[in-house]
C-alpha cells in the first residue's frame, strides 16, 4: 500500500503534513519539516474544515488549552490562523510524547483477557496475573484524575463556547427533548416508533436525576483515543482535541471514559482517581457514593450516545454507540451494554 501524498500548507512554510491516524475526522496531520527546509521541530497541524466548526473554532481551541494548562498536560500552541474564506482554520501545536491511550489500553485488556483464558500455571505465584490488573488499575486513575479535575473547573453557566474569550453561548439541553430532535436519525438508523418512545422513557428517568448539579468544564470527548499516555508508567502526558468542549454537567466526562471500556479493574481506577481530583461529591445531589456517581456518568452519556447513533457515517464507533443505545432502550437500564 502507496503512503498517503503528504500535503502542504502555505501557513506551514517548509513542512510536509502527514495525516495522524486514530481520528476520523481527517483533519488532524503531523507537521514533518521538509527535505531542505534546514530542520526544526516535528509539530501538530489541526485544521478545522468542517462546516459544522465554529468561525473561531481554532482561537476557540487554543484558548481552552491555555486556560487548562496550569492543571493538565496539553500542547503549547505555536500558531492560531482564522479561516480566510478559501484556507480552513488551523491551529499550530507542540507534538506532546506518549502513546494513544486506545492503544495502550487494549494492549493491556488482551493481556488480562489471555491471563485470565491461559489460567494461572501449576505452582505459579497467587499474584499471577495481578500485574496487568494493576496496570489497568494505573491507566484508569490517571484518566480519572483528568475528568476529576475537569468536573473542579466551575463554569458560571451552561451552554457553548462563543469565542476566543471563552463567552459562553447559553445552551439548555432537556434529555426527552434531545430524543425528539434525532428521532428521524434514528429511525433511518433502523430503529421502530416504539424503540424511540422506550429511550424517550429513559431520557424523562435520567432528566431527572441530572438536574440540580453545578456546571463545569467539559471536554466533552474525554476518551482514551483522544489522550496521550506514557507506555512504561501508564501516566497521562496530554489531552488533546477540545473540539466539542463546553461548560456543562460534571458527570458528562465521567460517562465518555466508562461508556464502552468497563474491565472492572480499569473501571475502578477511573473511579479512584476521578473521585481524588474531586475530593467531595460535586455531581449532583445525592451522589455520594460511587454507585451514585456511575448512575449519574450513564444518564449524562446517553446526550452523546444518541448523537453518535444518528450520524449518517456508520464508523466503528457510531456502531458500538447503536448497539450501547438500543441495549438501554430495551433493558431501560442506562448501565446495559449489548
Same mark, same amino acid.
Given at each position: 500500500m502507496q503512503p498517503p501524498t503528504p500535503r502542504v500548507d502555505p501557513r506551514l512554510p517548509g513542512y510536509l503534513l502527514e495525516p495522524l491516524t486514530g481520528g476520523w475526522s481527517g483533519e488532524t496531520f503531523l507537521a514533518v519539516p521538509s527535505p531542505g527546509s534546514g530542520g526544526g521541530d516535528r509539530l501538530v497541524a489541526r485544521f478545522f474544515t468542517d462546516a459544522r466548526h465554529a468561525p473561531a473554532a481554532a482561537r476557540i481551541q487554543a484558548a481552552l488549552l491555555d486556560r487548562v494548562r496550569a492543571v493538565l498536560p496539553v500542547p503549547v500552541v505555536r500558531e492560531v490562523h482564522d479561516s480566510d474564506g478559501v484556507l480552513p482554520g488551523l491551529l499550530v501545536a507542540e507534538l506532546l510524547p506518549g502513546e494513544r491511550g486506545d492503544l495502550v489500553l487494549a494492549r493491556l485488556v488482551a493481556e488480562q483477557r489471555e491471563r485470565r483464558e491461559r489460567g494461572r500455571p501449576e505452582g505459579g505465584p497467587p499474584e499471577w496475573g495481578r500485574r496487568t490488573e494493576d496496570d #489497568?488499575? @494505573? #491507566?484508569? $486513575?490517571?484518566?480519572? $484524575? @483528568? *475528568?476529576? !479535575? #475537569? !468536573? *473542579? !473547573?466551575p463554569m458560571p453557566r451552561t451552554g457553548l463556547f462563543a469565542g476566543a474569550d471563552l463567552r459562553i453561548e447559553p445552551f439548555d439541553l432537556w434529555l426527552p427533548d434531545w430524543v425528539d430532535t434525532h428521532a428521524r436519525g434514528l429511525a433511518e438508523a433502523g430503529w421502530s416508533d416504539g424503540e424511540v418512545a422506550g429511550l424517550r422513557k429513559v431520557a424523562e428517568r435520567a432528566a431527572v436525576d441530572l438536574e440540580g448539579a453545578a456546571t463545569c468544564l467539559v471536554h466533552s470527548d474525554l476518551n482514551p483515543k483522544n489522550v496521550l499516555v506514557d507506555p512504561a508508567t501508564f501516566q497521562v502526558t496530554g489531552v488533546l482535541d477540545w473540539e466539542f468542549a463546553h461548560a456543562g454537567h460534571p458527570a458528562t466526562d465521567l460517562g465518555n471514559l466508562l461508556r464502552f471500556d468497563r474491565e472492572p479493574s480499569f473501571v475502578e481506577g477511573v473511579l479512584d482517581g476521578?473521585? *481524588? %481530583? @474531586?475530593? *467531595?461529591? %460535586?455531581?449532583?445531589?445525592?451522589a455520594t457514593d460511587r454507585r451514585r456517581a456511575v448512575d449519574l456518568a450513564r444518564s449524562a452519556d446517553l446526550v452523546a450516545l444518541i448523537e453518535l447513533a444518528t450520524r449518517p457515517v456508520a464508523n466503528p464507533v457510531v456502531r458500538q454507540a447503536r448497539a450501547h443505545l438500543l441495549a438501554i432502550t430495551c433493558t431501560g437500564d442506562v448501565h446495559a451494554a449489548p
Open positions: #489497568l488499575g @494505573v #491507566l484508569g $486513575r490517571s484518566l480519572g $484524575r @483528568v *475528568a476529576g !479535575t #475537569l !468536573t *473542579a !473547573t476521578w473521585s *481524588a %481530583a @474531586v475530593g *467531595a461529591p %460535586a455531581i449532583g445531589p445525592g
